[in-house]
């Protein structure tokens, strides 16, 4: 990998940064499936988006989003979005929509998406998050070095990432990534690349951006199975400041400890659970199939057999394989325990983060670790607070703990995230000190945190004119992009100014430049 500092097997599922994690994989027979990652990990800063207040949704919204959700819909498909709505433990308003739908809502206008409109609302999450970051943390944006954007459902060209790199004018030597079509586990995806590629590359700033986009994916068909993202998705977005620089330790919030990374692709059942697809009239929209919890739970199943040997202690461990035992060579065991042992992860971490999919993704997974509901709080508060923001809901939920003081000086912090595909991916990270910090995204006002001026600072110009409007000019001819014309100015352009000036002194260089030689006597010129 071309300088990467990893140590393990080819086909890794997890990685760690922890030589007795790897220990206890190795004698536990899976060693092939975890990499131990030399170079460390730090989260130095984290910033959840705060839409616009106008777009946030009002009480009054509320009876007029109702309309304008059902009004093509028949009685019985209006009475199920409704008992979704009740359900789905977001709340009835206080989240975010954008403009394309909120706006046209409130007038009953017709829902008529733009790419415009689009790539207006990436913007602000995308630039209005890193801005927040990088002022937050101190950072000057020419020391980014690496950035990483995910969004699941909107995917333009130029992608996201380029859109980043235009708009802060990050150097041409900037390492990007953008990643589409990954789901709501994006985020730690999209984390778990990061700190490959923070392995292979020394001394470097990462920012991961996570967000999704509404205003081009808001379903107006009338099939029940994709009716129900227009429940629970909402507008969202985080930024995260990542370094693996040994003197950024002192500053940092967090240690990442381990990845672990899940995918059932190969399953059927697993890859159909999730799919964007278009319904009986064409309209295109995501599917969730009624197998979803059972290829979650099948997901988290597998994904915590991995971490449970990473991080739950001995004592944990053994009753687990004890009761695994036990149940293979007794029925009559079987018969009185017949749940098998769950281990208890509160030994191993502090806190929570448990991707906000929906009501009935928390309750079963509290249900399935026996987790009480203070550990749940940051998970049910995001999701009726925020909705489901996709790849972001874990950074929300992370930002909440900061937020009301949870987060101390040696805690372990568990993010799981579960997306189409099937995934389900994990991440632990180790608190560095006591972290209390303020997030604009859970503190009530906004006077006191000078939002106002964060807003007034949204000049984002969005789209470029539609084509045909300003640029052009009437004398171009677009054939010539591939025509002789097109070829002569890529010469010229590429033979303007060669690159061995910006290493070599023009007076050195071929031909001497257009400077004058050092070793002119007559003052004249050299030839």
Same mark, same amino acid.
């Given at each position: 990998r071309g300088g990467a500092v990893l140590e393990g097997g080819g086909g890794m599922s997890a990685t760690t940064h922890l030589r007795g994690a790897q220990l206890k994989a190795r004698l536990a027979g899976k060693s092939r499936g975890?990499?131990?990652?030399?170079?460390?990990?730090?989260?130095?800063?984290?910033?959840?988006?705060?839409?616009?207040?106008?777009?946030?949704?009002?009480?009054?919204?509320?009876?007029?989003? /109702?309309?304008?959700?059902?009004?093509?819909?028949?009685?019985?498909?209006?009475?199920?979005?409704?008992?979704?709505?009740?359900?789905?433990?977001?709340?009835?308003?206080?989240?975010?929509?954008?403009?394309?739908?909120?706006?046209?809502?409130?007038?009953?206008?017709q829902y008529r998406p733009t790419m415009a409109l689009a790539r207006e609302?990436?913007? !602000?999450?995308?630039?209005?998050?890193?801005?927040? &970051?990088?002022?937050?943390?101190?950072?000057?944006?020419?020391?980014?070095?690496?950035?990483?954007?995910?969004?699941?459902?909107?995917?333009?060209?130029?992608?996201?990432?380029?859109?980043?790199? /235009?708009?802060?004018?990050?150097?041409?030597?900037?390492?990007?990534?953008?990643?589409?079509?990954?789901?709501?586990?994006?985020?730690? &995806?999209?984390?778990?690349?990061?700190?490959?590629?923070?392995?292979?590359?020394?001394?470097?700033?990462?920012?991961?951006?996570?967000?999704?986009?509404?205003?081009?994916?808001?379903?107006?068909?009338?099939?029940?199975?994709?009716?129900?993202?227009?429940?629970?998705?909402?507008?969202?977005?985080?930024?995260?400041?990542?370094? /693996?620089?040994?003197? !950024?330790?002192?500053?940092?919030?967090?240690?990442?400890?381990?990845?672990?990374?899940?995918?059932?692709?190969?399953?059927?059942?697993?890859?159909?659970?999730?799919?964007?697809?278009?319904?009986?009239?064409?309209?295109?929209?995501?599917?969730?199939?009624?197998?979803?919890?059972?290829?979650?739970?099948?997901? &988290?199943?597998? /994904?915590?057999?991995?971490?449970?040997?990473?991080?739950?202690?001995?004592?944990?461990?053994?009753?687990?394989?004890k009761d695994a035992k036990r149940r293979r060579k007794s029925a009559e065991y079987r018969e009185a325990h017949p749940e098998p042992y769950v281990p208890d992860f509160t030994q191993a971490f502090s806190h929570f983060c448990i991707h906000a999919g929906g009501r009935g993704v928390l309750d079963a997974v509290q249900e399935n670790l026996k987790l009480g509901d203070d550990r749940m709080q940051p998970s049910r508060e995001t999701l009726a607070n925020y909705g489901n923001t996709s790849s972001s809901s874990i950074w929300y939920e992370l930002a909440w703990s900061e937020h009301h003081g949870r987060v101390r000086r040696g805690d372990k912090v568990w993010q799981i995230a579960f997306g189409s595909g099937f995934k389900c991916n994990s991440a632990v990270w180790k608190a560095l000190r006591d972290v209390d910090t303020v997030h604009v995204a859970w503190s009530p006002g906004r006077a006191d945190l000078s939002l106002e001026a964060a807003m007034a600072r949204r000049t984002f110009k969005g789209s470029l004119p539609p084509a045909g409007e300003g640029n052009t000019r009437e004398d171009d001819d677009p054939g010539e992009i591939l025509g002789r014309a097109g070829t002569r100015i890529f010469s010229q352009t590429f033979t303007k100014r060669p690159w061995y000036h910006r290493i070599v002194p023009p007076a050195f260089a071929l031909g001497g430049g257009d400077s004058a030689s050092s070793g002119s006597t007559n003052g004249q010129k050299s030839p």
């Open positions: 975890v990499d131990r990652a030399q170079r460390p990990v730090y989260l130095l800063g984290l910033h959840c988006y705060r839409p616009p207040e106008e777009w946030r949704i009002l009480e009054e919204d509320t009876p007029k989003l /109702n309309k304008y959700f059902q009004q093509e819909l028949t009685p019985e498909a209006a009475a199920f979005v409704q008992k979704v709505a009740v359900n789905s433990g977001v709340a009835a308003h206080g989240q975010f929509f954008p403009p394309a739908v909120l706006d046209k809502a409130r007038t009953g206008e609302e990436a913007e !602000d999450a995308l630039f209005t998050s890193m801005t927040q &970051l990088l002022e937050e943390t101190g950072v000057d944006v020419k020391q980014i070095g690496v950035v990483v954007v995910n969004c699941s459902l909107f995917n333009p060209t130029p992608s996201l990432s380029a859109m980043v790199v /235009n708009h802060f004018k990050l150097p041409s030597d900037v390492i990007t990534y953008n990643l589409g079509g990954m789901g709501c586990s994006a985020g730690l &995806l999209s984390l778990t690349l990061a700190q490959d590629v923070l392995q292979a590359h020394p001394n470097r700033l990462c920012v991961v951006l996570s967000m999704e986009n509404i205003t081009c994916n808001f379903y107006r068909g009338t099939e029940r199975s994709m009716l129900i993202p227009n429940v629970l998705f909402r507008v969202g977005a985080s930024a995260v400041l990542l370094s /693996n620089r040994g003197r !950024d330790r002192p500053r940092a919030k967090y240690e990442l400890l381990h990845t672990v990374r899940t995918h059932l692709g190969a399953d059927e059942e697993a890859y159909r659970c999730v799919f964007q697809q278009e319904d009986q009239d064409g309209v295109v929209g995501v599917r969730l199939d009624k197998k979803l919890m059972k290829v979650a739970g099948k997901a &988290l199943k597998k /994904n915590m057999e991995t971490l449970g040997l990473l991080c739950l202690p001995l004592s944990e461990q053994l009753r687990f394989l």
